[in-house]
Structure formats: C-alpha cells, structure tokens
C-alpha cells in the first residue's frame, strides 16, 4: 500500500520475502512505485519506470530486449539484476552475447514496482548480484467485478502512426476466489 503525494505515510513492501513490511524496517536501498503513481503518471513500459528510478537504467539492444541495470553494475556475461514479476523470476538469456535480457512487461495493472539494491543473491538468486526488479501485479479480488481498458494513438510527422491498447478484467466466482486476466 503506497500513498502517493510529496511526504508518503507509509510505503508497504514483500521484499524481505517475510511478508507486507514497512519499507522503513527493511536494512537495504528499496525504491518501491505504487501502481496509482504509474497510472497518474502515464507509465507503460520498464523503459518509463526507469526514467523515474534513479538507480536503475535499461540497456537496449532491440525492441523488447532490455537488460535492466542496477546502480550501474553490469557484465559482458549474465545479467545482474535477477527480474521478477510477482514470484516468478523473467530474467532472460540471450545466446548472441551470454547477457540476461528481459522482455519488457509493461506497466498496466500493477500494484507497485520494487527496485531493490543489490546484492540480493541470498533471496533472490545468483542473477541478483547488482539488485532485483520486481514487478507486482494486482491481485484478483473476490468482491467485486472491475474491467478497464486503455487506448493510445499518435501520429509523428515524417513517420508512422502508432496505436496501442491494454484491458483489465476482474471477475468474482465467488466469496473467496476471483479470475483476474
């Protein structure tokens, strides 16, 4: 639970894997992004997260082909930042150079995005070694139905019109379970 404005009251993570903690009981540097400041914000991509986190930058190789950086600490080799969306890890491999790739996820129904410095190898691997991006998403919620979609075009002069979407549904089959896609 992030409260957005200039002095946050309290900033909730799960980086300590022991559960929702107080971000100021954590003995490490985490920056956590609440999913409201991203929507207000209009964020859409890992690419715009970064612009807004100061200790982490993204490498581009290609369209969809990030390595994500942590306090400027990268190998010609694997990647060192472990990156993952909710629990599961997506740090990727790409055998053109033997670096960590990942794909870039998106921003659009996110609870929040923790940056946590690293080294982080202890809870979260060997590819932490400079830190971890986890992405969170939100969670189904069994109490009511929610939907939200989300159009964008432009156009740039002397090039391409551009357009994208993104959707959100959320639906309750019952008092304890929800199917959110």
């Known amino acids: 639970d992030v409260k957005v404005g200039i002095r946050p009251e309290k900033i909730i993570v799960t980086a300590t894997k022991r559960g929702a903690v107080s971000v100021q009981d954590i003995p490490a540097g985490v920056s956590a992004l609440s999913g409201d400041f991203l929507a207000s914000q209009n ?9 807004l986190a100061p200790s982490l930058q993204l490498s581009k190789q290609a369209t969809g082909d990030l390595q994500p950086i942590i306090r400027g600490i990268q190998s010609p080799g694997a990647g060192t930042v472990g990156v993952y969306f909710d629990e599961t890890v997506i740090t990727g491999f790409n055998p053109q150079d033997g670096g960590g790739r990942t794909p870039d996820t998106g921003a659009y129904d996110i609870a929040r995005v923790e940056i946590l ?21 939100n969670k189904p919620d069994p109490k009511a139905f929610d939907a939200n979609v989300s159009v964008r075009a432009n156009t740039l002069q002397d090039g391409e019109n551009g357009y994208g979407a993104d959707g959100m549904v959320n639906i309750p089959l019952g008092d304890t379970f929800a199917l959110r896609g």
Do not use: H, N, W, Y
């Open 117 to 137: 410095k690293g080294p982080q190898g202890t809870l979260f691997g060997a590819s932490s070694m400079s830190g971890t991006l986890r992405i969170i998403s």
């Open 43 to 51: 964020i859409r991509t890992l690419e715009d997260v970064a612009r």
